[in-house]
């Protein structure tokens, strides 16, 4: 995913946001169910500071479907609060006076907003950090340039990193208290362990399954500047902090990425790098071998690797039914049979769904949660009985992805119509009901003293029936013709 547009393998563009009114300045996430987190500007590149620029939330039509009511800066991100409730992380300008210079600086604050817009959770860099600590290479009133944000469930922090500080603070959330600093020691000493790690500019901090940190190193100011990603370890025991490079991969100097740039890990292990301003995207092995490479795919903040546009797609499949226009309708044998229905996981990804079926009149039941991978299927068969005939029953088939916090559950409503001349779909699948007159065995259109007749000899002399005659002589449904029958048939006559 690159600024504007999503790229395949190849370099070629599959998907490109539509809207010409607003530059789709940073695409920044991917949601489970293929929404897109990003950064909208109202004009292109020429726009300064943060004026016109909004977090958005769009779904693949470009359908905004939330948007800032303030303007943000740089990153743009979910996050899941324990109730399940999707919320979005980001930054704002600061505007303050440095107390120790009297000179107009800004830093950043991270502002969490729920759905509504409402800010929910807010942490300002200067209740934490020392006015002394300036990088006197920076911009001189862009204090920190915070420029990623990172949520650890599994700790219940806030990964930040700040450019212009190089520096990674980790932060207690929601209590806000600073867990640890770490990258270049500055005056105040306020960095806890890092330092040697060389740290410089850097973007995109992030942890990984295997609980390793890893980040782009932009590189700036360095002898040589040279820019590379680096996993790296640390260790939290008691409180003695130290960190340890596990693996690193450093750019050639014709792409060094003086600002921008981001480094993410595969779910094969492989290390991807995106110099930012080159727009190239570099794939390296976890032995530092080459494995693939794109160039010139324009200037861009940041890049992530996506399974497809479409990584939350399903659907249900009902064998055969009569689509009218308006109702589906499903015709299911009187007495007990097996009703079938197909889930598809039409997504790019591997999903879960819990798959709910319930009907009305209480023929069936079902309750089962199904993981799919990408592509394949899975057959969902209930036992079925049907007790009332001439009915219609409506069936509720309620299809809900786990993968998905930020998706709801589907609902399907099918009309159901009990079948007596099919018996466990013996002529025919669920689309139809056979025409056939229950007592009428000589198919003249009648129920008359023939029938009778024939019916007494069928019992008699065991005669062998076709399909069409063994439903047509049993009357009370029991999958046998008996005396039972003749007595329903004469019944059937006199009345």
């Not at 394949?376 to 088939?397: A, E, F, G, K, Q």
Request: charged share 20%; hydrophobic share 35%.
């Amino acid at each position: 995913m690159l600024p504007e547009k999503i790229i395949n393998k190849y370099g070629e563009i599959v998907w490109f946001w539509p809207n010409q009114n607003r530059y789709f300045w940073n695409i920044t996430e991917q949601l489970d169910n293929g929404d897109l987190l990003g950064i909208l500007r109202n004009n292109a590149w020429n726009q300064s500071g943060a004026n016109g620029q909004r977090g958005v939330r769009i779904n693949i039509d470009g359908n905004i479907l939330f948007e800032t009511d303030f303007n943000i800066q740089r990153e743009f991100h979910s996050h899941s609060t324990i109730d399940s409730e999707l919320t979005y992380l980001t930054f704002v300008k600061d505007y303050f006076i440095n107390p120790l210079t009297g000179l107009d600086i800004y830093g950043d604050l991270i502002t969490e907003v729920d759905n509504l817009g409402n800010i929910i959770f807010e942490w300002n860099v200067k209740d934490y950090f020392a006015y002394e600590d300036v990088d006197p290479n920076a911009t001189s009133n862009d204090w920190t340039h915070c420029n990623a944000i990172f949520f650890d469930y599994e700790d219940s922090a806030i990964y930040l990193s700040c450019r212009h500080l190089s520096r990674i603070t980790k932060i207690s959330y929601p209590d806000g208290e600073v867990i640890w600093n770490m990258g270049r020691q500055f005056i105040s000493e306020d960095i806890d362990f890092g330092d040697e790690l060389g740290l410089s500019w850097q973007h995109a901090i992030k942890k990984l399954s295997n609980g390793n940190l890893m980040l782009f190193d932009n590189g700036n100011n360095d002898d040589p500047e040279l820019s590379r990603g680096i996993e790296f370890s640390v260790n939290e025991e008691e409180e003695n902090y130290s960190a340890e490079i596990i693996f690193e991969y450093t750019l050639p100097d014709s792409l060094f990425g003086y600002k921008w740039g981001d480094c993410d890990q595969l779910p094969n292990g492989n290390m991807v790098l995106t110099s930012g301003p080159y727009g190239a995207i570099i794939e390296v092995s976890p032995q530092g071998e080459l494995v693939s490479s794109i160039l010139n795919a324009g200037g861009t903040y940041r890049t992530e690797r996506i399974d497809g546009i479409h990584p939350l797609a399903f659907s249900i499949l009902i064998p055969n039914f009569n689509d009218n226009d308006t109702i589906n309708t499903s015709y299911l044998p009187v007495g007990e049979s097996i009703t079938k229905f197909e889930l598809w996981n039409d997504g790019d990804s591997e999903n879960i769904f819990n798959v709910n079926i319930q009907d009305e009149l209480g023929w069936m039941q079902y309750n089962n949660t199904i993981t799919l991978d990408s592509g394949n299927s899975y057959s969902i068969h209930i036992p079925t009985d049907v007790y009332d005939t001439l009915s219609d029953n409506l069936i509720t088939i309620e299809v809900c992805p786990l993968t998905s916090s930020s998706s709801e559950c589907i609902y399907t409503m099918l009309n159901s119509r009990s079948c007596s001349t099919n018996p466990n779909y013996n002529f025919s699948d669920s689309s139809e009901c056979p025409e056939l007159l229950i007592g009428d065995i000589n198919f003249d259109n009648e129920i008359n003293i023939f029938d009778v007749v024939i019916l007494v000899s069928i019992i008699i002399d065991s005669i062998e029936l076709t399909e069409e005659e063994s439903v047509a002589g049993d009357l009370n449904y029991d999958s046998s013709i008996n005396v039972l029958d003749i007595i329903l048939l004469v019944d059937a006559i006199l009345s």
